[in-house]
């Protein structure tokens, strides 16, 4: 093995700690973009095949009541290639055992076969036979929640009518990827079904005989979305239609596309935050390294190393470490995608999700980590290789020392010997120290913008269900839209109606008002906005709560490894002046205080560049993640400023104790063994 290459593994050794604490944050970063790109493909990648092979319609309508005849002529409108008459009802459900009111839909299925668009992948058993009026096939999400097989038996009331059914069969739905009921946010699966019936059985039961209220459309490829929305518009206009539309706006749909998006947002704006942070971090303490070297650097040019040589010696250095914080977050990163997989088939119903670590994703991380590091590096290396042979051999030569501002105030005066040792250290160093507290400071604002995240999603939900739906600001979630209700039935044109009340129920009669509610076949559903906060916080707490503390959990991390490099390249800096003065008569706690005294300085500096960091960095992530569904609030608080000051004294403290076992152990005399 070539010389310089023993002296990359030696060097390893020695700095293991601190090429360790390196490799951490390379992790970090790549863990981010691995998990992030897996999920995002995962989930994209599903959702387009599934939809290909389950027919998933391009255009959607609803109507009052058309007749089927004119569903023929509406294939021939330019750019149609399919067309699928429906009946929708609305339906309450009856379980044994289940006092909860579950609120249903059921859409019909063409007698005893699959429909030509938005075909159903049966889990289980059968589609209703074709003679049957009894069997429905109901959606996997209840069956699950509520334990049901095919055999099984429920109650349904539709337009008044207590009808007893059948489970011929379990499914999932192109539509219904994303099962939620209208007007919610979050699947409340043992409240909401999907049904799916005969739909002779259905038109029968809904007075919809010979008619459809509900059309599904496929397009032809290249075909004008847009024109034939405009002529669907056209043709149902007479029969009550609300508007013809793309399949963007159906909640499934639009909810999984969005999820997807902020996968995407996610694996460019976090991965990027975290390694351009690791590049900063990496110019520090590489080039620290790099000049603590300099004795070794001149006697690699004075036995004839060229500067290319030693160059390369030091990139392959840096290429080690990033290599192995590449290959532990490739890893981490894969095992938390695997984790997100398994979180996303509790919330979007896909017969299963297409999971896969591609060679491109491996090259991309390492690639990405590599330009990031390197681009920290090279001004280091640059600087180490332009020395010569005679100026590296020399210690660097003292600093000029001319007493300023500091050295004549009260405050310097006011102070023992061992820290005005420290204020002039950092004074003489202004740079060093400026690195250092940036550095510590970047990584507080890191801390900050996972307790950012996991503080917004609170406050949102608080929003939403304690202001929002009281009917009194702007709603966080959702768009919705308020007109006046004398205004909405003159554009229905209908007379004066409603089709829902919100109630404020003593919690004493709740059960009795639900019973009574129940008894009553005109109320299509009773719902409860407590369960459906709670459906919302839970979602909140697995999925968004989950990966910021996730964040915190690598912030934090982060903080510790920045804080413990500064501490030992400090510590090593310094040895030889820190013997001197034990040999000088100070004791041992004095040596340690200019130490950690420095330390500590330098950590309490770094906190209002944690605060001024993190919140760009929240604005950054707030902007990003601001959807057209959810607008997480931007809002710094107290409370996550002091989470970012208390990360950086927690870290800066267990840095302190682990230098302060190498200060208990300093060997004056090998210390002092250093060539003049």
Same mark, same amino acid.
């Given at each position: ?33 691995? !998990? ?592 057209? !569904? ?47």
């Amino acid at each position: 093995m070539r010389t310089l290459h023993l002296k990359v593994l030696r060097d390893l050794a020695r700095l293991r700690g601190q090429a360790a604490a390196i490799a951490l944050v390379i992790a970090s970063g790549v863990l981010t973009l691995v !998990f992030s790109v897996m999920g995002h493909d995962a989930l994209s990648l599903t959702q387009e095949r599934f939809y290909a092979e389950r027919h998933f319609a391009d255009v959607f309508a609803e109507v009052n009541r058309a007749p089927r005849r004119i569903a023929d002529p509406l294939r021939e409108i330019p750019g149609v290639a399919e067309v699928e008459p429906r009946v929708r009802a609305p339906a309450r459900l009856e379980l044994d055992g289940f006092d909860d009111p579950i609120r249903g839909q059921v859409l019909s299925l063409p007698d005893g076969r699959q429909p030509a668009l938005n075909q159903l992948h049966l889990r289980e058993g059968r589609l209703p036979e074709r003679a049957r009026s009894d069997e429905v096939v109901v959606s996997d999400g209840f069956a699950e929640a509520h334990g049901l097989v095919a055999g099984d038996t429920l109650r349904l009331i539709i337009g008044g009518r207590l009808v007893e059914v059948r489970v011929s069969g379990i499914a999932l739905s192109p539509e219904f990827v994303y099962q939620v009921s209208p007007g919610h946010l979050m699947p409340d699966y043992e409240r909401y079904a999907i049904l799916w019936m005969n739909e002779s059985a259905l038109a029968a039961a809904w007075g919809m005989e010979g008619a459809f209220n509900s059309l599904s459309v496929s397009l032809q490829r290249d075909a004008d979305r847009a024109a034939v929305i405009d002529a669907l518009d056209v043709a149902l206009a007479r029969y009550g239609s609300t508007g013809a539309h793309g399949r963007d706006e159906l909640f499934s749909h639009e909810f999984v596309t969005l999820e997807i998006q902020q996968l995407g947002i996610m694996a460019v704006v976090v991965p990027a935050i975290f390694l351009l942070v690791s590049a900063f971090l990496l110019h520090v303490v590489m080039g620290r390294i790099i000049r603590g070297q300099r004795d070794q650097i001149a006697i690699l040019k004075a036995f004839g190393y060229g500067n290319l040589a030693i160059a390369w010696h030091y990139v392959l250095l840096t290429t080690l470490i990033v290599l192995t914080g590449s290959v532990a977050g490739i890893a981490l990163g894969a095992w938390t995608a695997h984790a997100l997989v398994d979180l996303y088939m509790e919330y979007f119903r896909f017969p299963e999700l297409n999971f896969r670590l591609q060679g491109w994703l491996v090259l991309l991380a390492v690639g990405v980590a590599m330009v990031a590091a390197l681009l920290g590096t090279l001004q280091a290396v640059w600087q180490a290789v332009r020395m010569q042979p005679a100026e590296a051999m020399r210690p660097p030569a003292p600093e000029r020392f001319r007493r300023g501002w500091l050295e004549g105030s009260a405050l310097m005066r006011g102070l023992g010997q061992s820290s005005r040792i420290i204020l002039r250290n950092l004074a003489r160093h202004r740079l060093k120290a400026l690195a250092s507290v940036i550095g510590i400071g970047l990584s507080g604002g890191l801390l900050l913008i996972g307790a950012y995240q996991l503080q917004a999603v609170g406050h949102m939900i608080d929003q939403q269900y304690r202001v929002t739906l009281q009917m009194d600001v702007d709603e966080p979630m959702g768009t919705g839209a308020y007109i006046r209700r004398d205004a909405l039935h003159r554009l229905k044109g209908e007379g004066p109606a409603v089709t829902g009340a919100w109630l404020l129920v003593d919690s004493e009669y709740e059960d009795a008002l639900y019973a009574s509610l129940s008894e009553q076949p005109e109320v299509a559903s009773v719902e409860r906005v407590r369960e459906a906060e709670a459906n919302v916080r839970e979602y909140m707490e697995e999925t968004v709560l989950a990966f910021a503390a996730v964040f915190v959990l690598l912030a934090g991390s982060i903080a510790f490894a920045v804080t413990y490099n500064n501490a030992r390249i400090a510590y090593a800096e310094r040895e030889r002046e820190l013997a001197t003065l034990e040999v000088l008569g100070y004791s041992r706690a004095q040596v340690s205080w200019v130490l950690l005294g420095e330390i500590a300085l330098v950590s309490l500096a770094a906190i209002p560049v944690a605060w001024a960091s993190g919140t760009g960095f929240a604005w950054l992530l707030n902007q990003a993640l601001t959807l057209e !569904f959810v607008r997480l609030p931007f809002i710094i608080t107290p409370q996550l400023y002091g989470f970012a000051a208390l990360g950086i004294i927690v870290a800066s403290t267990l840095s302190g104790l682990l230098i302060l076992r190498r200060l208990r152990g300093l060997d004056r005399v090998q210390a002092l063994k250093a060539a003049e």
